[in-house]
């Protein structure tokens, strides 16, 4: 073999190696961080921390309070909305072009927006405008709209992988337009659209930028109403992190990252279990 | 793809090793300057006690937020320095003396040590008066039972005691005390014991920082508002103030640091941010003159 | 019977109706959002004057002489985006690479599931682990001058975070590539590294290109990582080892304490932040478009 040849071989046996050690180094990093929660938060979960009242200990049950308001309103908000436009935009294509660009475009954009300037609108609308001061509705409303895309797009998929015999078959039958999407569409898209809100759901469970400008980070009480501020487990990491509560901030981040990496598991579940809808085209029609 | 598994892993067993080797105070390294966020009252009493009143942040400050985050960060940073509440602090920082002088509550009453602000609580004077509850409160911080806690947790009392505190058993309702991180850890403690003896009261305390009770005080959110500087009328024109302990600002250090003393001067150029770069002190070896 | 079917026809239209009406909420809320942020921003930036805002370096909006000026933080966010699309960005297009052809197939799809699990990591995790693990690290073996904080820590941080969505991106873009290229590569004498690395990794280019725009979007709007790494002084950026602020942090930092002109300026930061935001998705948007294309 040629020198040269020998030399472009090597340069690029080099970088194979550079993408197998890029690997690890990714998987170490995975490591490294579940293994950081783990370690330094798993001695701190008590029954006390998880569900007593904060006095002179910390305890997160507040927060647990305020993170299930806080999935319920942005879900009851977001879900139906979300479905009903990601229906829009598939089943009644056949009209103006134009505004379905816009409403696309809308989709996109409210995506990349940056969830600090969420939290901003959030603040300036919720708090200061409608005069409600900090509140998990607030909060929750402002989440709604973040997720919104999220919902839209994944239920979008799940109503275009329906197959359009199924849709044909069911107007053939007599039925109209309302009564096909609700009986025939919605059902064989289920288990996609369940899985986006339960995906939903997790991001909810992420979220604390928005959080920290229109709930309040109070961490101390139980919100009692809609109305009330509150907190929620993603701010109560950045609150025991940065005000001196390290050992807290690792316990809350335990059971957060075990919260996150259930609704996973049961994203993943819910897919593989509920998918009755594909089995149709498989059969022979 | 096993050699390179075997390389990464000796790899990082030996960045386990060094890791592990105690570390030795390297003097040539960066002060760390750690300041507090600007709503603290202790943060505008140091700053003003070493000259700097009202002055910004020095270049490369590192902001904690609340007494609690500043002892924190000295715990595990070896080349920080920082100011934070006397009666706050563990045994697991160094505290430096200040031109000589140890930062004990002797020395604080007795003058000696002249980095210290009162810890105060602020209020609207109609709301406590028309309050049998609040007017209860007040006055137990001024009995033997709070001097007692007072004392024990570190703080100076600033007048002596004279009476017990009488139970009331008609008093029920809430209190709710906000503001200073400093003084909240006391006045939890105090808090507690109160409602131990008036158990159909429940006292809600929480942080936020002077500028939040300066605020919480004046908007009527809450009771009463706690503060550690000496009271500034402009900050809650509506208000009036009561001194419920004094408290030494420790000057503390990493307990690796090799340091002891630090002169007042020497805190001044470190935390001024218009020094001039010729003199200014960086590293922790400029310290030794 | 007739009234049946004009009762079916009646809720025909009020259901298309409504759905064009959640449809449109999104426009709506967009529309919103940017009333809210424009109406406050717009006429502040205005006010003092867009070169003392964009390019002011003093940041004192609680001082006697209230000062606005956000450059030193433009500069550290765009230090900290560009170093972690670097960082991110060349770890995981070559962890893609090595998932794509170097990693034996029974191993590719559990370690990319692993790497997806790195995405539903909350950020305030990442920057739990970033303040206490990563910001000693930095300050003990790195840092030449004993500080932790600042561009260096965050940026190793929100690389790892960015990591999954390039990662998984590039491999999508790698494994659409035809195969037909890498078989010929090989059949004309290619080692199986020349074949990955001037055939098909070229071939994958713009679908690489747009994840490490998406990575870098994400970023650059990242709040709560940063905030708890890089230290919060509102001074210039002189070094990748000092306590600085980005425009993220700032807003966060400020947006519970300030009120009035102070808040005004926090608002008009968020719609500059928006604006960078808004050209990196635009870039993404036209890449995908033209990748359609071909």
């Given at each position: 073999m040629l020198s040269s040849q020998k030399r472009i071989k090597t340069h690029y046996s080099s970088l194979k190696v550079f993408s197998l050690i890029s690997v690890i180094i990714s998987l170490i990093a995975l490591v490294g961080i579940i293994a950081f929660v783990i370690i330094n938060g798993i001695n701190n979960v008590t029954y006390d921390f998880l569900f007593?009242?904060?006095?002179?200990t910390p305890s997160i049950y507040p927060a647990l309070i305020g993170t299930l308001n806080l999935i319920l309103i942005s879900l009851v908000v977001a879900a139906p909305i979300g479905i009903f436009s990601a229906v829009f935009l598939t089943e009644?294509?056949?009209?103006?072009s134009i505004f379905m660009k816009i409403i696309r475009v809308s989709i996109e954009t409210l995506a990349g927006i940056p969830s600090i300037v969420y939290g901003l609108f959030g603040y300036l609308i919720f708090v200061v405008s409608f005069n409600w001061g900090y509140s998990l509705l607030g909060g929750g409303l402002t989440l709604a709209i973040m997720i919104l895309p999220v919902i839209v797009r994944s239920t979008e998929e799940s109503l275009l992988s329906v197959p359009n015999e199924l849709r044909e078959g069911s107007y053939a039958l007599g039925a109209s337009k309302v009564r096909t999407i609700f009986k025939v569409v919605i059902p064989c898209a289920s288990s996609g659209i369940i899985t986006s809100l339960i995906l939903a759901i997790g991001r909810v469970l992420s979220e604390s930028a928005v959080l920290i400008l229109t709930?309040?980070?109070?961490?101390?009480k139980v919100p009692e109403t809609f109305l009330s501020a509150g907190t929620s487990l993603a701010l109560d990491i950045y609150y025991f992190g940065s005000y001196g509560y390290p050992n807290e901030a690792a316990a809350t981040a335990f059971v957060l990252l075990i919260l996150v990496l259930l609704i996973n598991l049961l994203a993943y579940a819910v897919g593989k279990f509920l998918?009755?809808?594909?089995n149709y085209s498989e059969n022979n029609y | 793809m096993k050699r390179l598994i075997k390389t990464m892993v000796l790899v990082a067993a030996g960045l386990m090793v060094v890791a592990c080797n105690g570390n030795k105070f390297d003097s040539?390294?960066?002060?760390?300057v750690i300041s507090r966020e600007d709503g603290s009252g202790t943060k505008s009493a140091f700053m003003e006690i070493i000259g700097l009143k009202g002055k910004s942040d020095v270049k490369d400050v590192v902001i904690a937020s609340g007494t609690a985050a500043v002892l924190e960060e000295v715990k595990i940073n070896p080349y920080a320095i920082a100011y934070d509440s006397l009666g706050y602090i563990t045994e697991d920082v160094k505290k430096l003396s200040v031109d000589g002088v140890e930062p004990t509550t002797t020395k604080i009453k007795s003058g000696d040590y002249k980095i210290s602000r009162p810890l105060n609580v602020v209020y609207k004077e109609s709301n406590v008066k028309s309050s049998d509850l609040l007017t209860s409160y007040l006055g137990f911080l001024g009995t033997k039972e709070a001097e007692k806690i007072i004392s024990e947790k570190g703080y100076v009392v600033p007048v002596e005691a004279t009476n017990n505190y009488q139970i009331n058993t008609a008093l029920y309702g809430t209190i709710k005390i906000s503001g200073s991180t400093s003084l909240q850890p006391l006045m939890i403690v105090l808090a507690a014991k109160y409602e131990a003896l008036q158990t159909s009261v429940e006292i809600e305390v929480s942080g936020g920082g002077s500028g939040t009770g300066y605020a919480n005080a004046e908007n009527d959110v809450s009771n009463f508002g706690m503060i550690s500087?000496?009271?500034?009328?402009?900050?809650?024109?509506?208000c009036v103030f009561s001194t419920v302990a004094k408290d030494g600002i420790a000057i503390i250090v990493n307990k690796i640091n090799t340091y002891t003393n630090i002169s007042k001067d020497q805190l001044k150029n470190i935390y001024?941010?218009?020094?001039d770069s010729a003199t200014k002190i960086s590293l922790w070896k400029d310290l030794d003159n | 019977m007739l009234s049946f079917y004009k009762f079916i026809a009646i809720r025909e239209k009020i259901m298309k109706a409504t759905f064009f009406m959640c449809a449109f909420f999104s426009l709506f809320s967009l529309l919103l959002i940017m009333l809210y942020l424009f109406m406050n921003g717009i006429p502040f930036i205005s006010k003092i004057g867009f070169s003392n805002f964009v390019f002011g370096t003093l940041w004192a909006?609680?001082?006697?002489?209230a000062s606005y000026g956000i450059f030193n933080m433009i500069i550290a966010t765009l230090y900290v985006t560009a170093l972690s699309t670097l960082f991110g960005g060349t770890l995981g297009v070559f962890t893609a690479i090595a998932l794509y052809k170097f990693i034996p197939k029974k191993f590719v799809r559990i370690i990319s599931q692993l790497i997806n699990l790195l995405a539903g990591i909350p950020s305030v995790i990442y920057g739990l682990f970033g303040m206490r693990f990563v910001v000693p690290f930095v300050r003990d073996y790195i840092s030449n001058n004993g500080v932790g904080y600042g561009i260096f820590s965050t940026s190793l941080v929100l690389g790892i975070m960015i990591l999954p969505t390039i990662v998984s991106i590039s491999l999508d873009s790698l494994n659409s590539v035809s195969s037909k290229f890498y078989e010929g590569a090989l059949a004309l004498g290619a080692t199986k590294e020349i074949a990955v690395f001037k055939i098909m990794v070229p071939a994958a280019k713009s679908g690489i290109f747009a994840s490490i725009i998406l990575g870098t979007g994400r970023a650059l709007g990242e709040t709560m990582a940063v905030i708890m790494i890089?230290?919060?002084?509102?001074?210039?950026?002189?070094?990748?080892f000092e306590s600085v602020r980005t425009l993220t942090s700032n807003i966060a930092m400020g947006a519970n304490e300030l009120s009035g002109d102070a808040l005004s300026a926090l608002i008009a930061s968020g719609v500059i932040l928006f604006a960078f935001s808004l050209m990196l998705n635009i870039s993404f948007s036209l890449i995908e478009s033209k990748k359609k294309e071909n």
């Open positions: 007593g009242k904060y006095d002179n009644y294509t056949n009209l103006n709930i309040g980070m109070v961490v101390n998918k009755k809808g594909g | 040539k390294k960066n002060i760390c500087e000496e009271f500034k009328l402009e900050k809650a024109p509506d001024n941010v218009e020094q | 909006p609680l001082s006697d002489v890089i230290g919060g002084s509102p001074q210039f950026p002189s070094s990748i």
